[in-house]
């Protein structure tokens, strides 16, 4: 973590991280209207990031006076999707805790870490009642290549991201499995394809995307923003024909924090002052 800010890091379980940081330290806040809290960002990373690449993303919000929570995607639940079900309700829960039930809420999630949020989306639909407080909490959205498309395309993601080394091997391998276990696995992803598209989230989203992005498909992410604005969801998108699953603040980071401070700015949820 950017050793310039006090920050304040608790492993609240296996896969969840909490990053927060006092205002004072990050700038100089401007008066709030009383009552409102500080926002929190929920960051689902890529699989197989490190952690000095999420603390990049961290720092951001952080510079921005939001507080952080990561919540790191399980191969497991990506290869038997309703594993993953137990988990989506806990972090459901921790968000309706005391602890968070106040709070704003972003939502930053990147690659395969918008299956992860899928999995949140796929619950809220089922039982918008109870989660209706929580839907109207969320106040934005970004997806940073966003794997969606073929399954070939996500049994190309599945090896980059966890076995780099043996990325033919693992594509074939896992596209023998998702046909095998169809009913499991690729059906599911369509359910939560379809939660996705009609979530009842109906927060301003950003997307990051790239062109020659071999696990995540542009036009594909074009069809899902075009659709969404469809039903009224304001979408904005930052596309380059030229860069890197994931890797867009790598390649082009000065294009990407003025998108994202310029999206932040739009919610109005942070100070004007915040640096990015």
Sequence with gaps: MAVSLDITVQRLSKRVTYVSAPSSVVMERQPQPSGERKPLTLLLPWLG??????????????????????????????LWPRSGVDEGLRLLELLQSDRFVSRPLLVHAFSIGGFTY???????SQDQQKYQALTQRIKGQIYDSLVIGSVELMATG??????PGWEKLIKNAALTYFSVFRRHTTDYFDVCIDAFRNSPVRAPALFFYCENDV???????EEMMAHLRTRGIEVTGKKWEDSTHAGHLKRHQQEY????????QSLRLVPLKARM
């Excluded at 599945?158 to 076995?163: C, R």
């Design 49 to 78: 990031s490190r952690p000095q690449a999420v603390e990049k993303y961290c720092d951001i919000y952080l510079r921005a006076d939001c507080d952080v929570l990561v919540v790191e995607s399980d191969v497991r639940h990506f």
């Design 215 to 221: 696990i995540s498909d542009y036009l594909a992410v």
């Design 118 to 124: 899928t999995q949140l989306l796929l619950q809220m």
């Design 158 to 163: 599945l090896g980059k991201s966890v076995y």
């Design 257 to 264: 924090l003025t998108s994202v401070n310029a999206f932040l």
